[in-house]
């Protein structure tokens, strides 16, 4: 494991630039130009939020699954209309981000027609961060629910197969201050898998309580983790609430589930992720301004509470990451030489230009 504990050198990109490198590198592939803006500001997003492990990393991942026919870039989802309230989405295999996105518009204009709507998306792929997904709906001014199964890489509890996937968990609230909604986006893991992934790419060392190696021991070797299983947080609790994503995303929608969605690593047959997506108007029960002032409250209240010993600051769920994306909207988003180099590879492959880059 020498090459994983030598750091690497980080380069600074302007988030316009990334976005733009991606685009392009996502049409050169077959993406529809429109499709290519929304997949590439998905990504620019994540990355910007400080989640590297489902930003323009994924580039080559993905790439390699449309080289492969696993993924179709041309794919346009269709919908079916079920109830008033109700929708199904078809992702015929194309980008996860299209088929979520198509589904959360439909969501959001139920919502405004009856107060609430609600989408399932089948035959779907990774859609990277959850809460992109739950932007989309805030800038709607709507509540959401987003739930996502993946591929295996957690076991029941008590067991030691990968089964059940990290499938995230996600849900977001407006509030008065637009810079600080309520973004909950969490996987039912310790850490995320990617976190992994990035680790591993980085030449990093994970903390010992994320996975189990092969032989079921704990381990810091990421290439060992990812031999092995993901940890679920809080034990049999976490693994519960990655199987209540597979009964929401996998078996309601027609999807693949109980262990039968396709690794977005593995390029050889197509994934058939399954998504569950709700959008709700906050002005059910009362004004959008009284809703907006009790989430005020809320947010003064958790964050002004008393701190434990040696907090400094106690964040609201999401505002870590919108802190990190007013940072980065003006430095720049850090990749590490080796993630570079995996790009403009990339761009090679694509017949593109190289990403115009800062080093640290
Ligand atoms: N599409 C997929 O299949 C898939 C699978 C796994 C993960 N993911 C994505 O990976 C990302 C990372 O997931 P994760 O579980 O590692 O997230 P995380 O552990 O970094 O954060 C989880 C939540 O906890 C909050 N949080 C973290 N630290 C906090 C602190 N000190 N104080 C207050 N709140 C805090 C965050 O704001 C966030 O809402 C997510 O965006 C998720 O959507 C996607």
């Not at 302007?14 to 991606?22: I, S």
């Not at 089948?122 to 992109?132: T, Y």
């Not at 995230?168 to 973004?183: D, K």
């Not at 990617?194 to 030449?203: D, H, N, P, S, T």
Request: charged share 25%.
């Amino acid at each position: 494991m020498a090459e994983t504990d030598q750091k690497q050198q980080m380069h600074y990109i302007q988030h316009t630039d990334l976005e733009d490198f991606v685009r392009q590198i996502l049409i050169a592939n077959g993406t529809p130009p429109e499709n290519a803006s929304i997949v590439s500001k998905c990504l620019i997003q994540a990355d910007l939020r400080g989640v590297d492990t489902h930003g323009s990393n994924r580039i080559p991942s993905y790439m390699e699954r449309i080289r492969q026919k696993c993924l179709d870039p041309s794919a346009q989802p269709s919908l079916r209309q079920i109830t008033p309230v109700v929708a199904q989405v078809d992702g015929h295999n194309g980008w996860g981000f299209i088929a979520a996105h198509k589904a959360m518009e439909r969501a959001i204009e139920m919502a405004q027609d009856f107060g609430m709507g609600m989408v399932s998306v089948k035959h779907s792929n990774h859609f990277g961060m959850s809460a992109w997904l739950v932007k989309q709906a805030l800038d709607a001014g709507m509540m959401s629910l987003i739930f996502t199964n993946s591929s295996p890489a957690l076991p029941a509890w008590g067991g030691r197969e990968k089964l059940m996937g990290v499938s995230p968990i996600a849900c977001g609230a407006p509030s008065g201050n637009p810079r600080r909604p309520f973004i909950l986006d969490m996987a039912p893991s310790v850490a995320a898998r990617g976190k992994i992934y990035k680790a591993l790419r980085r030449g990093e060392r994970i903390p010992m309580d994320w996975a189990l190696d092969k032989e079921g021991k704990q381990t810091d070797d990421p290439a060992k983790a990812l031999e092995g299983v993901m940890l679920p947080m809080g034990g049999p609790k976490g693994s519960a609430l990655s199987i209540m994503m597979d009964v929401f995303s996998g078996v309601f929608s027609g999807a693949a589930f109980a262990g039968h969605v396709t690794n977005p690593y593995d390029p050889s047959k197509p994934a058939d992720v399954g998504h569950f997506l709700v959008a709700i108007r906050p002005d059910l029960f009362m004004t959008m301004d009284e809703f907006k002032e009790r989430m005020d409250y809320l947010y003064k209240r958790v964050t002004e509470s008393e701190k434990a010993a040696g907090v400094d600051r106690i964040y609201f769920p999401g505002e870590m990451e919108q802190v990190m994306e007013e940072c980065r909207l003006s430095e720049g988003i850090p990749l590490a030489e080796g993630e570079v180099a995996s790009l403009n590879k990339e761009a090679d492959l694509a017949k593109v230009e190289h990403l115009k880059v800062q080093s640290a």
